[in-house]
């Protein structure tokens, strides 16, 4: 079974500062890794999908990083705005046809 | 531009009472899958589907029956609610089979009083 955790919880940081959200795995034998936005009681956004041969993906400010052989993925948000305020959920495939998601990130951009 | 979308968004139940939460997709993906989402807790694996007329359990299945008859719908039915079943309740649907590259409705808020 994949045991997903994020580290931190809960964070809350001035507006323009950057933001690093971490994502741990314990099984590494995955293709794909994806980063989802959830905004309070919304449904979730899909922000990054990173494959394992890339290692990292872009779009616009967000970041995301993935190192299989440490079971780690890094959520980058650069010069963070108040827009970006929301939960962070990080999902991990795992047997067939399944995703084991994180508890998320919850992160509070203060203007 | 529908995506996934799920009806009703909000629901009280009875104890003892059975619902069929609506789930329909137009995007023609094979994979189709039922979340739970309580305070604090990440979201749980309900039922997923690998395609029309195959459905298999996930990690909380328990109060809970699916079927899928068409590519388009996925509908979950709770028999006999609990209070336990008071959540939030994700429908979505990929093209992967390792279930990424998801897209979630924008759920049911059951509350079972």
Redesign the interface.
């Known amino acids: 079974k994949q045991e997903?955790t994020q580290i931190p919880a809960a964070l809350s940081v001035p507006e323009g500062e950057n933001l690093v959200l971490n994502c741990s795995f314990t099984d590494s034998a995955?293709?794909?890794?994806?980063w989802?936005r959830q905004d309070p009681?919304?449904?979730?956004?899909?922000l990054l999908?990173i494959q394992s041969s890339q290692r990292e993906q872009t779009s616009g400010r967000l970041n995301a990083s993935l190192d299989k052989s440490s079971g780690r993925s890094t959520l980058y948000i650069a010069a963070s705005q108040p827009g970006d305020s929301a939960t962070y959920?990080c999902?991990v495939?795992y047997g067939?046809?399944?995703?084991?998601?994180?508890?998320?990130n919850q992160v509070v951009v203060i203007p | 531009n529908a995506g996934v979308t799920q009806t009703p968004k909000f629901r009280i139940l009875k104890i003892g009472q059975s619902m069929t939460l609506q789930c329909t997709q137009d995007m023609n993906h094979n994979y189709m899958y039922w979340y739970r989402q309580d305070p604090g807790m990440g979201l749980k694996l309900i039922y997923y589907s690998v395609g029309a007329g195959i459905t298999d359990k996930g990690e909380v299945p328990n109060g809970y029956n699916v079927s899928r008859s068409t590519t388009e719908d996925f509908p979950l039915r709770l028999e006999l609610a609990a209070p336990s079943q008071t959540s939030v309740y994700f429908c979505a649907s990929s093209y992967l089979q390792d279930g990424t590259e998801a897209f979630f409705g924008q759920g049911t808020r059951l509350t079972v009083v």
């Open positions: 997903v995955i293709y794909n890794l994806q989802f009681g919304k449904g979730l956004t899909s999908l959920l999902a495939p067939n046809n399944r995703l084991a998601f994180g508890k998320g």
